[in-house]
């Protein structure tokens, strides 16, 4: 029977800039007698990899330009958290009903930029999407490695909406250990059809099923999928980032 199983884990403190992520991690995991084993995947939410990277604004040091202040005022927005939006965009792509759709430096297409507010402590603090989401995954994979001797995969998440389809979520952004994709191109289904442009965005799958567990109001901010057999690969979140040619979107 196939089956997979996804456990969240309790007991990681509120995180301060500069913490080990993987001591913590693997500290609440043994206080909750949950073990880490080869084969194993970690997600890990993106507003405690930019606490422990120090992606943290104080809007109180946020000047607003101008075109932030009348966008701000005619939509009923924080005109400072309007200018750090302007200020981690490489592009704006949307800009319409309230709503600002970024391209972000990394080359993803998010809202605000990715720029968070809840979950922060501070009545003025924001968090912004970490340098490199990728690394981020490979510095805690291996640290775990180091410290448990095991062989896992790692996968940053982030809550993001869709196009075409109302609510969010969880999406990753940031990899390390496994491929991004499940490709069945070139094989044939049940009744033997060639499959010609079937590729599964794996990562994507597994982030929104961590989901589950995590909830945002429960503070359980990393999630253990065990029973998924994955195709081992260093990875890169820019795989799934969708040429401009092909994009339809922007």
Not at 20 to 38: P, R
Not at 150 to 178: E, H, K, L
Request: aromatic share 6%.
């Amino acid at each position: 029977m196939k089956s997979i199983s996804i456990i969240g884990i309790e007991g990681i403190p509120e995180i301060q800039p500069g913490d080990d992520l993987s001591k913590l991690i693997t500290e609440a995991c043994e206080k909750e007698d949950i073990f880490i084993e080869n084969g194993d995947i970690l997600t890990i939410t993106q507003k405690i990899v930019s606490k422990s990277e120090s992606c943290l604004v104080d809007l109180d040091t946020i000047n607003p330009s101008n075109l932030a202040k009348t966008w701000a005022q005619q939509w009923d927005r924080d005109p400072r958290l309007i200018e750090l939006v302007f200020q981690k965009s490489k592009r704006i792509s949307k800009m319409e009903n309230g709503v600002l759709l970024t391209e972000t430096e990394h080359g993803f297409y998010c809202i605000n930029a990715g720029i968070d507010l809840s979950n922060v402590a501070g009545d003025n603090m924001a968090t912004y999407l970490p340098l490199d989401s990728d690394q981020s995954a490979f510095n805690i994979r291996t640290s775990i490695k180091k410290t448990l001797g095991v062989n896992i995969a790692v996968i940053i998440t982030d809550t993001w909406g869709r196009p075409w389809r109302v609510g969010v979520t969880n999406v990753a952004i940031g990899i390390s250990g496994m491929s991004a994709f499940q490709d069945y191109r070139g094989l044939n289904d049940a009744n033997g059809m060639d499959l010609k442009a079937s590729i599964i965005a794996v990562v994507d799958e597994l982030a929104a099923a961590s989901e589950l567990v995590m909830n945002k109001l429960d503070n359980i901010p990393v999630a253990l999928i065990k029973g998924y057999t994955y195709v081992p690969y260093e990875g890169s979140i820019n795989e799934l980032i969708r040429p401009p040619e092909q994009d339809l979107f922007r």
